[in-house]
Nanobody, 122 residues
Framework: QVQLGESGGGLVQTGGSLTLSCVASGSGLSINVMGWFRQAPGQQQQRDLVATISSGGTTNYADSVKGRFSVSRDNAKNTVFLQMNELEPEDTAVYYC??????????????WGQGTQVTVSS
């Protein structure tokens, strides 16, 4: 069983910074991609990509966060981070950690965290 545990959300003013962390727990994990998605208020059933990072360090960002957010990971600790700078009210959302786990040589499963609230006040 794989579980993702997020931390670091909260309330911040416009222009402020926050760092999110997510730890994947489970035995013998082989994680391909980790990252973050978010669900804004009123966007039910829709999670938008924020940033992802492969095990080799290749990153991918949503256009709306490029230059402000930075994703990184510690493969040895199965942990992914999201450094968020210059936060804007439009960044207000529930942020979900994501992991693409190689379960067998031919099977990959996606896992999600419970979500952490980020609120940016104007």
């Amino acid at each position: 069983q794989v579980q993702l545990g997020e931390s670091g959300g909260g309330l911040v003013q416009t222009g402020g910074s926050l760092t999110l962390s997510c730890v994947a727990s489970g035995s013998g994990l082989s994680i391909n991609v980790m990252g973050w998605f978010r669900q804004a208020p009123g966007q039910q059933q829709q999670r938008d990509l924020v940033a992802t990072i492969s095990s080799g360090g290749t990153t991918n960002y949503a256009d709306s966060v490029k230059g402000r957010f930075s994703v990184s990971r510690d493969n040895a600790k199965n942990t992914v981070f999201l450094q968020m700078n210059e936060l804007e009210p439009e960044d207000t959302a529930v942020y979900y950690c994501y992991a693409d786990v190689q379960r067998t040589p031919t099977v990959r499963w996606n896992y999600w965290g419970q979500g952490t609230q980020v609120t940016v006040s104007s």
